[in-house]
């Protein structure tokens, strides 16, 4: 069964740095595609990016590949996002899902919380 576990979340302050995690099981990391996401509570969900792992190549929405990067543990079946100079608009719940959540059936992560202060 395809789990995600996205953790790292917290409470921070403006133009400070957050890396989340998004752990795997059921799958190798290595071989899939995970997309990372954020929702605010009565907004549209929004993508972030698209790391296909399985060929290297990564996807980002045009504003956040500047301050938003990727990484991979293959070791650990685990997936990051690296957050820097966060603004209180990131204040969202992150996730993470299986092949980027294409497919309706794809599974997503129950979210981490992201607070920014100003």
């Known amino acids: 069964e395809v789990q995600l576990v996205e953790s790292g979340g917290g409470l921070v302050q403006a133009v400070g740095s957050l890396r989340l995690s998004c752990a795997a099981s059921?799958?190798?990391?290595?071989?899939?595609?995970i997309g990372w996401f954020r929702q605010v509570p009565g907004k549209a969900r929004e993508g972030i990016l698209c790391?296909?792992?399985?060929?290297?190549?990564?996807y980002y929405t045009d504003s956040m590949k500047d301050r938003f990067t990727t990484s991979s543990d293959n070791a650990k079946n685990t997936v990051y996002l690296q957050m820097n100079s966060l603004k209180p608009e990131d204040t969202a719940v992150y996730y993470c899902?299986?092949?980027?959540?294409?497919?309706?059936?794809?599974?997503w992560g129950k979210g981490t919380q992201v607070t920014v202060s100003s």
């Open positions: 899902a299986y092949n980027c959540g294409t497919d309706p059936s794809d599974s």
């Open positions: 059921g799958f190798n990391v290595e071989d899939a595609a």
């Open positions: 790391t296909n792992n399985y060929d290297g190549t990564t």
